[in-house]
């Protein structure tokens, strides 16, 4: 089946600074990718959608100058969380959707704890 | 907006028991529901996913049903295992033809040796 894997899957980083999460997909191509953030004992809720080649667009409430997304090939996303704080800390999770099919296949999640 | 609520929040139940996972929508008009599983720390494993003219999908001993206009969906687990022991989630799309997922609350399941 499909693989999506992130990068890296857990990471504790100092409050201020600034951290690159990498979702890639393995064997296929995906156009657009999403984001998710999920606190301690809350569902996922969606962040952002990444789209290849342009701009992400974000949901209501989330920051996008403090949420970085770049999806610069078919096959990679990148999530930075600029000047984490934290409160930042958190579990994030990507998808990547299928270009040739017709489901989204989700990653196994990066832990970011700021201290 | 469209709110997904799961019933139970947690279950604890002993082995070889057969169990239901509750799900609930408020807005019917979905395209597809899918129900997810999520070891502690982990990602989401997809189960099953049932698309919108669909009543019912099975997998193994996972059994998913879909009534659109109760806007309801059940998880049924036959011979439950100890490896069964994660939590569920079901999850609809925000809209039509898009990947974007609102997710439920999740059932926490333990299932005793």
């Known amino acids: 089946g499909a693989v999506v894997s992130q990068h890296p899957s857990w990471v504790i980083c100092k409050s201020g600074t600034s951290v690159k999460i990498e979702c890639r997909s393995l064997?296929?191509?995906?156009?657009?990718m999403f984001w998710y953030r999920q606190f301690p004992k809350q569902s996922l809720m969606l962040m952002a959608t990444?789209?290849?080649?342009?701009?992400?667009?974000?949901e209501q409430g989330v920051e996008k100058d403090k949420f970085l997304i770049n999806h610069a090939s078919l096959t990679l996303s990148t999530l930075t969380v600029t000047s984490a704080h934290p409160e930042d800390s958190s579990f994030y999770i990507c998808?990547?959707?299928?270009?040739?099919?017709?489901?989204?296949?989700f990653g196994q999640g990066t832990r970011l704890t700021v201290v | 907006k469209q709110e997904v609520t799961q019933i139970p929040a947690a279950l604890s139940v002993p082995e070889g028991e057969n169990l239901v996972l509750n799900c609930s929508f408020t807005?019917?008009?979905?395209?597809?529901l899918q129900w997810f599983r999520q070891d502690p720390g982990k990602g989401l494993t997809s189960l099953l996913l049932?698309?919108?003219?669909?009543r019912e999908q099975t997998s193994g001993r996972l059994n998913a049903s879909l009534d659109k206009s109760s806007g309801r969906s059940t998880l049924y687990i036959a011979a439950s295992q100890p490896g069964d022991s994660a939590t569920y989630l079901c999850?609809?799309?925000?809209?039509?033809?898009?990947?974007?997922?609102?997710f439920g609350t999740g059932t926490r399941l333990k299932v005793l040796a």
């Open positions: 998808s990547a959707r299928d270009t040739g099919g017709d489901k989204a296949f």
């Open positions: 064997d296929f191509q995906a156009t657009t």
């Open positions: 990444s789209n290849e080649g342009s701009k992400a667009t974000y």
């Open positions: 807005d019917s008009a979905i395209y597809n």
């Open positions: 049932i698309q919108s003219s669909q």
């Open positions: 999850a609809v799309p925000t809209g039509v033809g898009t990947y974007k997922y609102i």
